[in-house]
């Protein structure tokens, strides 16, 4: 069964960087889009980065293009997102997600991703 353990969160000042890491098992890890999303307290769970299975690029929400960089390690089963500049409207609680043999372009929705961790929270201080 499909697993994905995130790692990394934490608090952190104005300006300040983290990354986040997210290792996947129990799947066919290099046939999967993942994703990494977030959510605020109040707010719905929004997109913000995808690495595609399929060898296409990376996509960024416009809110974090520039100061976030998703990567994968497809030996290490591993995905991680790189988290630089981060403001006060960065905290909430992030998400990995993946789906499998995914081509289509809604890679950016949440239901497009059947397996979710559990969340790791990231909280900026101003």
């Known amino acids: 069964q499909e697993q994905l353990v995130e790692s990394g969160g934490g608090l952190v000042q104005a300006a300040g960087s983290l990354r986040l890491s997210c290792a996947a098992s129990g799947g066919t890890f290099s046939a999967a889009t993942m994703g990494w999303f977030r959510q605020a307290p109040g707010k719905e769970r929004e997109f913000v980065a995808a690495?595609?299975?399929?060898?296409?690029?990376?996509r960024y929400a416009d809110s974090v293009k520039d100061r976030f960089t998703a990567s994968r390690d497809n030996a290490k089963n591993t995905v991680s997102l790189q988290m630089n500049k981060l403001s006060p409207e960065d905290s909430a609680v992030y998400y990995c997600?993946?789906?499998?043999?995914?081509?289509?372009?809604?890679?950016?929705?949440?239901?497009?991703?059947?397996?979710w961790g559990q969340g790791t929270q990231v909280t900026v201080s101003s």
């Open positions: 997600a993946a789906t499998y043999y995914y081509s289509g372009p809604y890679y950016y929705s949440a239901s497009s991703y059947n397996y």
């Open positions: 690495l595609r299975w399929s060898g296409g690029s990376t």
